[in-house]
T-cell receptor, first 113, second 113 residues
């Protein structure tokens, strides 16, 4: 099994630009999670989907952040416009169902200059 | 909601020694406790987990213990090796928290050869 796939692995952009992070969950998994990891705040849950439907987006920091899951094999996290404080590592994880073991992708390291 | 405290934040041991990482949780309804290992530049990976109906689980050099009364659980690594060096995260999952894991802040384990 290929595991959770994320792209790009690294992204460097300038303040004000739009950033799109992509995730392909493990085939057959019904739940998908987006996390942000920083030294200051640790691992934070941003949003999660179950059966492609957003269930809880209370962790999304601002309206600049949005996430979609158009089908069972693809999700995006978009930041528009990006700001330097958005610099972090963003992880996608998937699980068979909510509450089951989560499997994390390799992450996208975002740097906003 | 659930609150998970993890200690210590950093742990330095000599190769061959044992390492113990401790976590406490606040929600007595939590019933699933996974541990993740995060190596540099990678996403967290599940290494062992325990459910509330057992007190201990072992997998080769790694073991996890759970004390439901005291609401704490611990990760034990014996005969540590340099490749055990990583950041370790504990998590607790509760039905009251919609089965979403609450993560500890992580422990950076350094094993000196």
């Amino acid at each position: 099994d290929a595991g959770v796939i994320q792209s790009p692995r690294h992204e460097v952009t300038e303040m004000g630009q739009e950033v799109t992070l992509r995730c392909k969950p493990i085939s057959g998994h019904n739940s998908l999670f987006w996390y942000r990891q920083t030294m200051m705040r640790g691992l934070e849950l941003l949003i999660y989907f179950n059966n492609n439907v957003p269930i809880d987006d209370s962790g999304m920091p601002e309206d600049r952040f949005s996430a979609k899951m158009p089908n069972a094999s693809f999700s995006t996290l978009k930041i528009q416009p990006s700001e330097p404080r958005d610099s972090a590592v963003y992880f996608c994880a998937s699980s068979l169902d909510v509450g089951d073991t989560q499997y994390f992708g390799p992450g996208t390291r975002l740097t906003v200059l | 909601g659930e609150n998970v405290e993890q200690h210590p934040s950093t742990l330095s041991v000599q190769e061959g020694d044992s390492a113990v990482i401790k976590c406490t949780y606040s929600d007595s309804a939590s019933n699933y406790f996974p541990w993740y290992k995060q190596e540099l530049g990678k996403g967290p990976q599940l290494i062992i987990d325990i459910r509330s109906n057992v007190g201990e689980k072992k997998d080769q050099r790694i073991a996890v213990t759970l004390n439901k009364t005291a609401k704490h659980f611990s990760l034990h690594i014996t005969e540590t090796q340099p490749e055990d060096s990583a950041v370790y995260f504990c998590a607790a999952i509760s039905p009251g928290g919609s089965y979403i894991p609450t993560f500890g802040r992580g422990t950076s384990l350094i094993v000196h050869p």
